[in-house]
């Protein structure tokens, strides 16, 4: 039995917490044995795969799952929380061939090109009005991470085919895609937490003193009146 007010406040403000604390474990649930079934859930889509898993360098909060499916392919963007478990944070998915994503991680942009083809790729290069770049590849799949503004440029890809090689190119221009939701979670569990404060703030040991402090100050046994009855 309640006995008390404060007893009150402190089971509505324990309450809030568990509340609070339970939508943050609900929100942060994927790991390395549920990220296929979870990326599959988002993009109601039962033909998705992981084809690589890159961890951002300097954050150790952030890792980025290159998956496909069927018809297309795409990034995840997921986030670590305190019980070392992720969020998903964001999708980007396309039926380019080549196709390119930036997140703003840690206030610096983090550009991710990614690309898939029915032929084996032998080196990938970028050609932008600055610079050219080139790097090896020998895989079905492309995927480069970096530090750095988003990519708009010229992509060339170059091909084993026996007993010759072949090269293509296309223009890319990547997208600025959002990471607000890394925030957005931990955010609400403190808002009901000061927001239970608030509204049991009447409901504390203290809260009736002020009133009563109050009415002391008030003048006794007519004073006031007989006062202001002689002026």
Known sequence: ????????????????????????LQSFNIDSTNMTNKLAKHLEDDNVVIVNLHEVAEREKDIIAYYEARDYHGIALLHKGFNNKYQLTNL???????????????????SIIYGKSDKTISKFSYITTSQESSYEVESKYLFRAWYGKKYDGIIGLNYVIEPKSEAEQFTLQSVIASTWKNILIPLRSIIIFILAYLFTMPLHKNANNYNFA????????????RQNWYR
Do not use: F, W
């Open 214 to 225: 109050a009415y002391n100050k008030l003048p006794k046994d007519g004073q006031g009146v």
């Open 1 to 24: 039995m309640i006995k008390s007010k404060g007893q009150l406040r402190l089971i509505i403000m324990i309450l809030s917490s568990l509340i609070g604390l339970l939508l943050y």
């Open 92 to 110: 980007h998915k396309s039926t380019y061939t080549i196709a390119g994503v930036t997140y703003i991680l840690g206030g610096k942009e983090y």
